[in-house]
């Protein structure tokens, strides 16, 4: 069974500037989530997807973070404009169902310089 | 938000070495799950405990969940170097859609 698929692995870009990452969860998973992980903290929820419908997206910077998941498969996370702080691994995973085992992706490091 | 707090923050030791790792917080989980990180990748889940008192074991990994579900440790038994990496402890928030992360603890066993 093929894992929870991440592009790009890494990604380095200005600040102001705009970014967006792909996640392909695992085949049949309903629930799909994006974390964001600061370096030295453990994975930090920005927004959960049940097939395309937002569950949560309570720790979603609003202003300048957007994501969806039009087809309920694919998601995508972006970030416009991007500042320094947003300078992180960002983590998609995916679920059967909410409170099912959690797949993660290998992320996709952002450096904002 | 629930916070979990992991303790130590980093640990150094060698190949052979016994090592317990803690997952503290002020606030009740109906569960607390174990992950593994390694560099690049992301988490993967270890365990999951359900019951106050409970005791799992997974080879030479021990997991205890406390008695009154705010607490939880891990126990490696004679460490390898593939045990080397960062151990996070998560709970499901009071709302229950949103997974909490403690800090992790760095581990690194040295041959």
């Known amino acids: 069974e093929a894992g929870v698929a991440q592009s790009p692995r890494y990604k380095i870009i200005e600040k102001r500037q705009s970014v967006a990452f792909w996640c392909n969860p695992i085949?049949?998973?309903?629930?799909l989530y994006w974390y964001q992980q600061i370096l030295g903290q453990g994975p930090k929820l920005l927004i959960q997807?049940?097939?395309?419908?937002?569950?949560?997206d309570s720790q979603l910077p609003k202003d300048r973070f957007s994501a969806e998941r039009l087809k309920g498969v694919d998601s995508t996370l972006k970030i416009q404009p991007a500042k320094l702080e947003d300078s992180a691994v960002y983590l998609c995973?995916?679920?059967?169902?909410?409170?099912?085992?959690?797949?993660f992706g290998p992320g996709t490091r952002l450096t904002v310089l | 938000t629930q916070l979990l707090e992991q303790s130590p923050q980093f640990l150094s030791i060698q190949e052979g070495e016994n090592l317990t790792v803690y997952c503290n917080s002020s606030?009740?989980?109906?569960?607390l799950q174990w992950y593994r990180q390694e560099p690049g990748e992301g988490p993967v889940l270890l365990v999951t405990?359900?019951?106050?008192?409970e005791v799992k074991k997974l080879k030479r990994l021990t997991f205890q969940f406390g008695d009154a579900r705010k607490d939880s440790s891990l126990h490696i038994t004679a460490a390898q170097p593939g045990d080397t990496g960062l151990y996070l402890c998560?709970?499901?928030?009071?709302?229950?859609?949103?997974?909490?992360f403690g800090k992790g603890t760095s581990l690194l066993v040295t041959p």
């Open positions: 995973a995916s679920s059967s169902r909410t409170y099912d085992t959690q797949y």
């Open positions: 606030s009740v989980f109906s569960s």
């Open positions: 085949s049949g998973h309903a629930t």
């Open positions: 998560a709970g499901w928030s009071n709302s229950g859609y949103a997974l909490n």
């Open positions: 405990v359900v019951t106050g008192g």
């Open positions: 997807f049940q097939n395309n419908g937002v569950v949560d």
